[in-house]
Nanobody, 127 residues
Framework: QLQLVESGGGLVQPGGSLRLSCAVT????????IGWFRQAPGKEREGIAC????????FYRDSAKGRFTISKDNAKNTVHLQMNSLKQEDTAVYYC????????????????????WGLGTQVTVSS
């Protein structure tokens, strides 16, 4: 089964940037959909962006458009989330989610979050 390991979280000042990474192992398929979601204390999980490994097609939730960019490195089986102009309300635990392309789409994964999850990485935006 898929195993996901997130990295790159930390403490950043408002207006700053962070780049999260998600390493994917254990895939039985060459192609998968992978994305990011977050959960802040007391709030519901919120999908951010998803990408398809075969052709790089992406889906962004409205809240992520303009500041967040998802990208992939197929050679390293890694997906990145570049986050710019961070705000205090971006503080949350950020999780990687993935499933094989035959089982989902970029939009479905980002909305339903019904794939394999990583353990998350904390992002704190504070001055």
């Amino acid at each position: 089964q898929l195993q996901l390991v997130e990295s790159g979280g930390g403490l950043v000042q408002p207006g700053g940037s962070l780049r999260l990474s998600c390493a994917v192992t254990g895939s039985t398929s060459d192609y998968y959909v992978i994305g990011w979601f977050r959960q802040a204390p007391g709030k519901e999980r919120e999908g951010i962006a998803c990408i398809r490994s075969s052709d790089g097609s992406t889906f962004y939730r409205d809240s992520a458009k303009g500041r967040f960019t998802i990208s992939k490195d197929n050679a390293k089986n890694t997906v990145h989330l570049q986050m710019n102009s961070l705000k205090q309300e971006d503080t949350a635990v950020y999780y990687c989610v993935a499933d094989e392309e035959v089982r989902t789409t970029v939009q479905a994964l980002c909305v339903r979050l019904n794939g394999y999850w990583g353990l998350g990485t904390q992002v704190t935006v504070s001055s």
